[in-house]
């Protein structure tokens, strides 16, 4: 095939010596098809550019125009320039008369980045010359050219903008059938679905030509001369005529080409007709993926930010061409238009035929006040006043054109009546329609109908969500309508997006349902801060505390929220500043510190972090982390100083979240990993002036707070700050050591310590030292310090010296001290009978903190006090843990021990069992409780290692065990999976013979004809007695009281490479199924997983099943062949839709 000769001609021109003033001027008229405010700057080049580009976002950007050789010196040159003349635009457009291989063009766009510049679009020769085949004034003005183009071109007629040296995305198949198909072919597609993209690369790779013509002359000279392959009828529905002149053309000048004519859906069957392909000659194109239009949207050149691509993908609903086009005005125009819906709209409507435009617009907001619920056609018909064919026509129109839908992945709305809800697609489109129609001034439709229509609408929170999109794409909605329906709605989803709108939405909403603060505390932070972050604080107090304190989901929401804001934009500082402010105010009126200084100390956090959700199907995340600007840093100290004018007015200070928040200060790599101080010399400068002045300040703040000024010197060591910390002895001596010490000799030497302390306070009146070690215990937890291990060693060795521990016991009590402080001088005071221990025994007894201690002394003695021991034996059920503690120490009586394993409580039993199975030695049960041991076991359900221990070791308790399990109660208990069970039942099965495994089915045999189980209860147990016996499967097939249960053993389930394990196993006991006389049909039933989780699709999933399926029809045995062909056919089915319903969920989004 032979290429247009004119675009030969032109590009020849262009590989000449051209004047460069003179293309300049040519690229600047020729662009602004593209670009409709672009305006030429002639001597533009002292600035830096040669055409200036408006688009309402601040100056104009820059047209960068050459015919150098060398491109990237050239844009390297006019960038700089640009910058150094004060040019604030960071975006631009390239034009060169050189071609450009795809290594260049990436080169020339990564140096744009290197000076922080997006290269909108590269135009290169190839591009140029399909502009100048469109103009005959350039060809002659720049190149001399003059004549006429041929009626066969490469380059289609399309009111879209071609993307030069785009790559075709998600149309590899559909292609790749074009090309290598022989004869006439139609390609059928919504309009925007790239019909003509694929028809154009198949053009530049000379595989075709477009017909630009309607001269049959010229088409016909073209043909001769050129030679086509194959020849191209876009839009064919309104070129029949074109197609017979085609066909009538190759059949008289005996030419060898192929037609392949491209549709809408709606004029398939008049183009197939007139084409009369072979119906293998036909293919449909599907809307793309999500993350398929995110590729074509940044080929288009918008690479982001990631929430506008998303709003180009959700508005494009899977249609490439309508991507290309948002993406272009987004780039090329006002943005305004765009997110308004005024170019969606436009570009909707631009399709449907002048002759049938009538009433369509006010249709098509009539059904887009339902959003995606939609509305009856009846419904619509009835309101708008019009006639339902003309409805019905309307919709059979544009639901060719993508506009309407009614297919699976909406959701199925219906009235009783039956009617089936129509919606309009994509939301933007309904909220330009709904505002255009509805709400425009004198020329909107009554109020009534649009009424009438949301009172018939399925989904009062889908009409809430529609007319809030009118509101926020410049609709003039009255306040109070979207108030009614937004308390109508109901839903937490409505009150959220209402509450985005601004702060006024948000004021409302908060005042009127505060208790909604958890649900719309994101919007509401990004709407109207100053109200959100009190009720965020309040609802903090309450809140579970999710690792540690101060650590709360409202707390997180205002983290995420002040943390998000970028740096180097005004709106990180801006955000901490209302974050301190509104906590130091909510503190003075009252609220909690401990809330309101872990949100103070967000404020003074440097960090940044963002995570954001891919543009396409959503199924990534990215997080961003990293630190503020070095000049945000150090404003931050201001922040910190707000922050501890706080602190000496407050004695309940808890000083945990300000060493939190200083962790990042003294290790800013914590934040950021990177962080290098060479590379980012002026970064960690910041940080280090800031952090030493805080620590200094903090410092002088802590003086006689030993357990804050201990925390405060490894601050002080890190950062180098010119501060002293005096810490009290006595503290350090209940506080972890400081990282870096050996810790075996510290070990030594605080147990040393601690006894010394010790013997010097034995003599001291107890409440005093209780107090003073109350009071260290106090103040090292505000500084957020344990010391709760060293306490229970110091009370330990003074509970030795002291004379009377019973006075101690008192102390610790009246001080709420922890029950394992009280535990040592209670032991003292019982081991030596000190006059009160009783006393102090039924006072614990009294206090649920303190019973531990009693239920312990009254097992290990029960006759220590005839009274002690029944209340005691009352509160066990508490204290499990303890009880298989003490069994398993052997500190218990016989007697008691039997107690424990005949007590009425499971998991005391058990646990008394358990303790008494893993004491010394290990797995041996005393003969005098034996019996007791036997029957708590019974009486237990599963997931027990010790259990499954005693059964390898006697066969007999394992088949008691699988007995008492067959007849638990049936309405609460649930058999285990049959294949992924849990040991315990595995075991007890493992080690029975094959008598007793048949004796078991007998058993359950007996318990379902009393009915005792549900169905599928049988048959899992069914399933797990028969195991892999052809016998026992034989058995249970003649067991007509288990008839439910006869094929349940050959269920298979799905291994964990997605296989269905159709095995030797399954192929013997289905011929045993099939000799009983069940048939094919029942087998393959049977055989199917009923439950199953696997990794990667659905589909993927059944294809791997259809697989297995399929390797059974070459089996010997017909039944078997039977089973897989019924097997492969229905996995296929359901394969098929199952992929079907995955495209539309990778096109549209998950509903």
């Known amino acids: 095939m032979r290429q247009d000769p004119f675009i030969v001609q032109i590009e020849s021109g262009l590989n000449r010596p051209l004047a460069a003033e003179l293309f300049e001027q040519c690229a600047a008229d020729l662009l602004r098809a593209n670009f409709p405010t672009l305006v030429p700057v002639r001597g533009g080049n002292d600035y830096g550019f040669d055409g200036a580009i408006a688009d309402n976002a601040g100056e104009a950007f820059p047209l960068i125009v050459t015919t150098a050789q060398q491109a990237i010196e050239n844009l390297t040159r006019n960038l700089k320039r640009y910058k150094e003349q004060g040019g604030t635009r960071r975006k631009a457009v390239f034009a060169t008369s050189r071609k450009l291989t795809p290594r260049r063009r990436e080169n020339l766009s990564k140096r744009a980045r290197e000076f922080g510049f997006t290269l909108v679009q590269i135009y290169d020769q190839d591009a140029i010359a399909n502009l100048l085949y469109g103009s005959p004034h350039w060809c002659k003005e720049l190149l001399g050219l003059s004549g006429s183009p041929s009626a066969l071109s490469h380059v289609p007629k399309t009111a879209r903008p071609l993307i030069p040296d785009r790559q075709l995305i998600g149309r590899d198949v559909e292609f790749e059938w074009l090309r290598s198909t022989e004869g006439d072919k139609l390609i059928v597609g919504q309009p925007g679905s790239g019909k003509t993209y694929i028809l154009h690369e198949l053009a530049s790779q000379k595989l075709g030509l477009f017909v630009v013509s309607e001269d049959q002359t010229a088409i016909a000279n073209a043909i001769r001369e050129q030679k086509p392959l194959a020849v191209f009828v876009d839009d064919a529905g309104g070129e029949l005529k074109l197609i017979a002149n085609l066909k009538y053309l190759r059949s008289t000048i005996n030419a060898h080409f192929s037609i392949v004519a491209a549709c809408w859906p709606s004029d398939e069957a008049h183009v197939a007709q007139q084409l009369d392909p072979r119906d293998a000659n036909s293919r449909h194109l599907h809307p793309l993926t999500r993350d398929q239009i995110v590729e074509v949207v940044k080929q288009a050149g918008l690479e982001g930010p990631n929430e506008l691509v998303r709003y180009i993908v959700d508005q494009a609903v899977g249609l490439p061409g309508l991507a290309i086009t948002l993406a272009r005005h987004c780039l090329e125009g006002p943005l305004r ?93 309904r909220y330009a329609l709904v505002r255009d129609v509805f709400f425009s001034g004198l020329t909107s439709l009554p109020k009534q109908i649009l009424n009438e229509l949301i009172d018939q609408a399925h989904s009062i929170a889908e009409v809430a969500e529609t007319v809030m999109g009118v509101s926020v794409y410049d609709g003039d909605i009255p306040e109070t309508l979207l108030q009614d329906l937004v308390e109508r709605a109901g839903d937490v989803e409505t009150f959220r997006r209402y509450v985005s709108i601004g ?100 404020a003074v956090s440097p960090a940044y972090k963002v995570t954001a959700i891919d543009p396409g199907a959503g199924n990534t995340f990215t997080t961003t982390t990293g630190l503020l600007t070095p000049d945000e840093i150090r404003q931050l100290q201001s922040l910190w100083d707000k922050l501890v004018r706080t602190i000496p007015s407050r004695d309940d200070l808890s000083w945990a979240p300000i060493f939190n928040a200083l962790d990042c200060w003294a290790s800013p790599q914590s934040l950021l990993p990177s962080l290098n101080e060479e590379k980012h010399a002026e970064t960690c400068q910041a940080i280090s002036e800031v952090a030493v002045e805080v620590v200094e300040v903090l410092a002088s703040l802590a003086h006689g707070k030993s357990a804050v000024s201990l925390r405060l010197m490894d601050y002080i060591e890190v950062t180098g700050a010119k501060a002293y910390s005096e810490i009290n002895e006595i503290m350090s001596l209940f506080c972890p050591d400081r990282d870096g010490l050996d810790w075996r000799a510290s070990s030594r030497r605080r147990d040393r310590n601690l006894s010394q302390l010790a013997s010097n306070w034995h003599k001291r009146p107890s409440e005093q030292v209780v107090a003073e070690v109350t009071a260290i215990a106090q103040e090292a937890l505000q500084a957020g310090i344990t010391t709760h291990p060293w306490m229970i060693s110091f009370y330990e060795k003074l509970s030795w010296l002291v004379e009377n521990s019973v006075p101690w016991c008192w102390s610790l009590i009246n001080q709420n001290a922890h029950a394992k402080y009280v535990a040592p001088f209670l032991q003292r005071a019982v081991a030596d009978s000190i006059q009160g221990w009783t006393e102090v025994t039924f006072a614990c007894l009294e206090k649920p903190e303190y019973q531990v201690l009693v239920v312990r002394l009254a097992l290990e003695d029960p006759d220590l006090e005839p009274r002690l021991f029944p209340g005691a034996f009352a509160l066990v059920a508490h204290f499990p843990e303890d009880i298989e503690e003490l069994c398993r120490r052997g500190l218990l009586p016989l007697n008691v021990l039997r107690l424990l394993l005949e007590h009425e409580d499971n998991y005391v039993a058990i646990g008394a069992a358990r303790g008494e199975w893993r004491s010394d030695p290990y797995g041996r049960v005393r003969e005098s409780v034996s019996e007791s041991w036997r029957l708590a076991v019974l009486r237990y359900g599963t997931k027990e290692s010790f259990i499954e221990e005693s059964f390898k070791v006697d066969f007999d308790l394992a088949r008691s065990w699988l007995l008492a399990r067959m007849k638990d109660d049936p309405s609460t208990y649930l058999l285990p999976h049959p294949r992924k069970t849990d040991g315990t039942f595995i075991v007890a099965l493992q080690v029975q013979n094959a008598n007793s495994r048949a004796s078991l089915l007998s058993e359950l045999a007996e318990l379902a004809s009393q009915q005792y189980h549900y169905e599928h209860t049988n048959q899992g147990w069914a399933t797990l007695i028969v195991g892999d016996s052809r016998e026992l499967q034989r058995q249970l097939l003649k067991d007509d009281r288990l008839r439910d249960c006869h094929l349940a053993p050959l269920r298979r389930y799905v291994s964990d490479e997605n296989h269905i394990d159709l095995d030797a196993i399954w192929e013997q006991f289905a011929l045993l199924a099939f000799g009983e006389g069940y048939t094919a049909e029942q087998i393959f039933t049977a055989t199917l997983p009923n439950a199953y989780s696997s990794s990667g699709s659905e589909s993927a999933l059944y294809s791997v099943w259809s697989d297995d399926f399929e390797k059974l029809l070459s089996h010997e045995e017909y039944v078997i062949q039977q089973v897989g062909e019924l097997g492969h056919q229905w996995t296929k089915k359901e394969r098929d839709k199952l992929a079907e319903e995955e495209r539309l969920e990778a096109t549209y989004g998950r509903s």
């Open 503 to 602: 702060r006024r939405q948000a004021q409302w909403i908060l005042e009127r349902h505060p208790e909604m603060i958890l649900d719309v505390g994101a919007s509401a932070l990004g709407s109207a801060p100053m109200e959100a972050i009190p009720l965020l604080l309040k609802a903090a107090v309450t809140a579970p505390r999710l690792l540690h304190r101060g650590d709360s989901e409202p707390l997180r929401l205002i983290e995420r929220w002040t943390f998000s804001g970028k740096p180097g934009t005004g709106e990180a500082l801006y955000r901490r500043h209302i974050v301190l402010e509104s906590a130091i105010r909510w503190l003075n009126h009252g609220g909690d510190i401990d809330i309101a200084m872990s949100a103070s100390c967000i």
């Open 337 to 429: 238009k765009v997110v308004r819906g005024s170019a969606l709209k436009r570009e909707f409507l631009r399709l449907v035929k002048p002759t049938s435009k009538g009433n369509t617009e006010a249709i098509l907001a009539g059904f887009s006040v339902g959003g995606e619920a939609g509305i009856e056609m009846s419904v619509v018909a009835e309101a708008l006043d019009i006639p339902l064919p003309e409805v019905r026509n309307t919709l059979t129109r544009l639901a060719m054109g993508g506009v309407i839908v009614d297919s699976s992945h909406m959701r199925p709305y219906r009235r009783y009546s039956g009617e089936r809800a129509i919606a309009v697609q994509p939301a933007i489109l």
